[in-house]
């Protein structure tokens, strides 16, 4: 009944509870002085065992075992339950309500009313309500359509006229909101209050409350990741943040709407119940046959339901086309990955720990839904309906990662950046492509190694658009963007040592051939950078110092590194001498740190003692002069 530090709950979970005979899990425990909850008498724990641990300060809350409540309220408000009972053959109900055999849905887990899930969550009921936000003018009500179903996702709801402008920014109180936890800890306590109406009774206005506060979240979260510019850490903040309020907080606020609704109406078509996918670990380019699991499901019900029976969950997959693409492929049966079937089981949830596309999607997208049909009891009637969850992050299942990865993650970030738009904010672009080049290149997004820069972002638009300081970057236009951009991430991200030369600085990247005269000028002969060439797609330009001091470009062309490494070609062109390394000092200017080639590269230097024959043309090459 309250909140408590880490090492006293882990101290009562310890106890494992549920290993033991009720009557002594009641006795093992007196009550000292029982404190008002909102009506709801609640002990004080205190070991009566001498040998057990001393008292837990400032607990008054219900024990909580493995497997049982040592003490739980009395009161019809409070349906409690256990774990599915499949050698049940007939169901036990806390409401008087009829039901024949033939009701019972086939293959159902069936579930008693009379007793707690495990470790169902006890939260406090003295708990001051959360502070409703004036600016916020959404009601809940708002969330209901004409027919009276309350809408199954958010509006697309733009900010108020007191909400941050949509003038992209870097320096906010929302921004220090986001580095201080304050939206974790809103969002949890937020998900606390919902939860809580498990155990009391509930009004139309505090559902409608928890509404605004879910609405005011939702706005000011989906504002930070579109207009905001924000580092990967942040983004990934803000990002996992709005995943739990959108497919787990708003389906829990959805069912305790539509079960007062239900309460008023009862011709409501409405259900008391959601299914949703709370957890999903990996997106994007897969390879195929492998494991993209687990994904957790799970069912939230209203308070006040009786006689839960639940198919086991299953799996669905949805083919979506390639916007870039002008036919459909074939679509290709995962009968393995859609015979799956997982019962929903302690606190109603179902995991799938392994998954895998048996065979590849590339250029197309595939998403899952995950699908169980319920009957249940609520208000003395009865209710049975199929259940689905929203879809899950896209993947695109490739058989070849090598050739695949550039449009497969390429169509993965339009569909998600643009979704039904032809514009989006450029800030918007910068966030969701800077956490994808993190993650593209292996980078821990809170300890960054590599990170990419508002200058180096600026210079990939000015590239290759026509106003890169503009507001709002269109379809067109990323597609422009990607497709010279792309196929360098592939060859970073894929070809050998390009990814430890990109984090480690030796390969500077994003520098024009204009911008390197100043970086070179004054320097020694063999003086060397490796940069991206703003003409060819995916191929890397080499800039350096020559016999006259002065300023030379080389190509990197693909056949230079058919036969041999980045590194090798590096080695065998002798005039190359020092590697100019990127650095950053405290305030985020550029440094740029001469190394010796040969003392920075030779670990990595393969057994040949010579360039293969065909690039025996180095010293002679006009650009190497």
């Known amino acids: ?164 402008s949509k003038k992209a920014r870097t320096g906010d109180t929302l921004i220090e909101k986001i580095d201080s936890n304050g939206y974790q800890t809103e969002i949890n306590a937020l998900e606390m209050n919902l939860d809580s109406f498990k155990f009391t009774s509930y009004s139309t206005s505090q559902i409608d409350q928890e509404l605004d506060h879910y609405f005011n979240l939702y706005d000011e979260l989906t504002d930070l990741k579109s207009h905001y510019y924000l580092n990967p850490g942040q983004y990934d903040i803000v990002r996992m943040n709005l995943e739990k309020l959108t497919k787990i907080v708003y389906p829990k606020v959805s069912i305790f709407k539509n079960a007062d609704t239900l309460k008023q109406n009862m011709a409501a078509d409405l259900f008391p119940a959601a299914l949703v996918l709370s957890s999903q670990v990996n997106d994007g380019p897969v390879k195929e046959k492998t494991n993209i699991g687990p994904f957790v499901v799970k069912l939230f019900i209203a308070p006040g339901v009786s006689n839960l029976q639940c198919e086991p969950v299953t799996i669905h997959i949805d083919h979506q086309k390639n916007p870039r693409r002008s036919k459909r492929t074939a679509k290709h049966k995962h009968k393995t ?165 990109y984090t480690k600085g030796y390969l500077a990247a994003y520098l024009s051939r204009e911008e390197v005269y100043p970086v070179l000028a004054g320097r020694d002969e063999g003086t060397f950078i490796i940069r991206l060439s703003t003409s060819h797609a995916g191929l890397f330009a080499v800039s350096y110092v020559n016999s006259q001091n002065e300023i030379g470009h080389c190509m990197i062309n693909d056949e230079d590194i058919k036969d041999q490494t980045i590194v090798d070609f590096i080695r065998f062109a002798t005039i190359l001498k020092t590697v100019l390394q990127l650095s950053y000092d405290e305030n985020g200017n550029r440094e740029w740190i001469p190394q010796n080639k040969n003392r920075v590269f030779e670990s990595r230097y393969s057994k040949k003692k010579k360039p293969p024959a065909t690039y025996e043309h180095y010293e002679t090459r006009e650009e190497l002069r």
């Open 1 to 164: 009944g309250t909140y408590l530090m880490s090492e006293d709950f882990n101290y009562l979970d310890s106890l494992d509870l549920g290993d033991l005979p009720f009557d002594y899990v009641s006795n093992a425990f007196q009550m000292d002085e029982p404190i008002d909850t909102m009506g709801m008498e609640v002990p004080t724990l205190r070991s009566t065992d001498p040998e057990s641990p001393p008292p837990i300060p400032n607990q008054s809350m219900v024990g909580v075992g493995q497997n049982h409540l040592i003490s739980q309220p009395s009161g019809n408000n409070f349906p409690m339950y256990q774990q599915p009972n499949t050698s049940m053959n007939h169901l036990v109900s806390s409401n008087p309500v009829s039901m024949n055999q033939n009701q019972l849905l086939p293959n159902a887990s069936i579930y008693s009313m009379n007793q707690n899930m495990p470790n169902m969550p006890i939260y406090n009921m003295n708990q001051p309500p959360l502070p409703n936000n004036p600016a916020v003018k959404y009601v809940g009500t708002s969330m209901v359509n004409s027919t009276g179903n309350l809408l199954k996702r958010p509006l697309d709801i733009s900010p108020g006229s007191e909400s941050p």
């Open 337 to 501: 990955l859609e015979s799956l079937e997982e019962p929903l089981g302690d606190n109603l949830t179902a995991v799938f720990k392994e998954v895998k596309f048996e065979k590849g999607s590339f250029p197309h997208m595939l998403k899952l839904k995950f699908r169980t049909r319920v009957s249940l009891i609520f208000n003395n009637q009865q209710y049975t309906r199929e259940l689905e969850t929203e879809f899950s992050n896209p993947f695109i299942s490739m058989t070849n990662t090598g050739l695949q990865y550039r449009e497969a993650i390429g169509t993965i970030l339009e569909i998600s950046l643009f979704e039904n738009k032809n514009t989006v904010p450029t800030s918007l672009l910068w966030n969701m492509f800077h956490h994808q080049l993190m993650l593209s290149t292996d980078q821990d997004i809170n300890n960054l190694e590599r990170p990419l820069t508002r200058e180096e972002f600026n210079y990939i638009l000015k590239c290759h658009l026509d106003n890169p300081q503009a507001e709002n970057i269109s379809r067109n236009e990323f597609r422009v963007i990607w497709d010279w951009y792309g196929p360098s991430l592939k060859k970073i991200k894929y070809k050998k040592h390009f990814l430890w030369m």
